[in-house]
């Protein structure tokens, strides 16, 4: 089975600088990665995911992630960071499940990032 | 579009109790997923279904049963709630089979099992 390790569980950063999640993942077959987003009090959404192609993959919000395989890495990163952006991030991979044709994520988790004023 | 939705938002049981979430979706998606969210432990995935009528396990299924009747629905039971079920459950939903597809995340429920 595949496994996801967000290197930083807590992450503060002040407004308008920039910040890196990090996200390492096990695995020797191809990969597809995601990041999730988790604002408090709310279910997660997707900020982005690499399926193939550009290893440096655009999201919602100013985010961007690089896949690099050498270093088995998907680090999250944003320029310049707002008050909002202030919330739970999850790194996910997605792997085979038992039973045909089934995939399922697995998550790391969590880095929680504070952004202060 | 509501998208998925979760019912009810907080509860409070005492051990040994028994109750329903309930999960919808409006997307027409073909598969359903519990999870629950501990402090520190990240999402870990308690069943999921691959259409109207099948149920599967997943990582942490002792305690918990589910059904899917409808293709809309996916219900999660605790028959017996024990303390270590106080949790936050998530209700994801996907359009089908396709690696790289999508889970749309409900708002969650918060349960505190006394």
């Known amino acids: 089975a595949q496994s996801v390790t967000q290197l930083d569980s807590q992450v503060p950063v002040f407004e308008e600088a920039p910040v890196e999640l990090r996200c390492n993942y096990s695995s020797s077959v191809s990969v597809y990665l995601f990041w999730y987003v988790q604002y408090p009090n709310q279910g997660l959404q997707l900020l982005l995911k690499?399926?193939?192609?550009?290893?440096l993959v655009k999201g919602i919000n100013g985010f961007e992630a690089e896949f690099n395989k050498s270093q088995t890495s998907f680090h999250l990163r944003k320029p310049s960071v707002h008050i909002s952006d202030t919330a739970e991030y999850f790194c996910a991979v997605s792997e085979p499940y038992s039973g045909a044709g089934s995939y399922q994520l697995t998550f790391g988790k969590g880095t929680k990032l504070s952004v202060i004023p | 579009n509501a998208g998925v939705t979760q019912t009810p938002k907080f509860r409070v049981l005492k051990t040994g109790q028994s109750m329903t979430l309930l999960c919808a979706q409006d997307m027409n998606h073909e598969y359903m997923y519990w999870y629950r969210q501990d402090p520190g432990m990240g999402l870990r995935l308690i069943h999921y279904?691959?259409?109207?009528?099948?149920?599967a396990k997943g990582e942490v299924p002792d305690g918990y049963n589910v059904s899917r009747l409808k293709k809309q629905n996916f219900l999660l039971g605790l028959e017996s709630a024990a303390p270590s079920q106080t949790s936050v459950y998530f209700c994801?939903?996907?359009?089908?089979?396709?690696?790289?597809?999508?889970?749309?995340f409900g708002p969650g429920t918060r349960l505190t099992v006394l």
């Open positions: 994801a939903s996907s359009p089908g089979q396709v690696r790289g597809d999508t889970q749309y």
């Open positions: 279904s691959v259409g109207e009528g099948t149920t």
């Open positions: 690499y399926l193939s192609g550009s290893t």
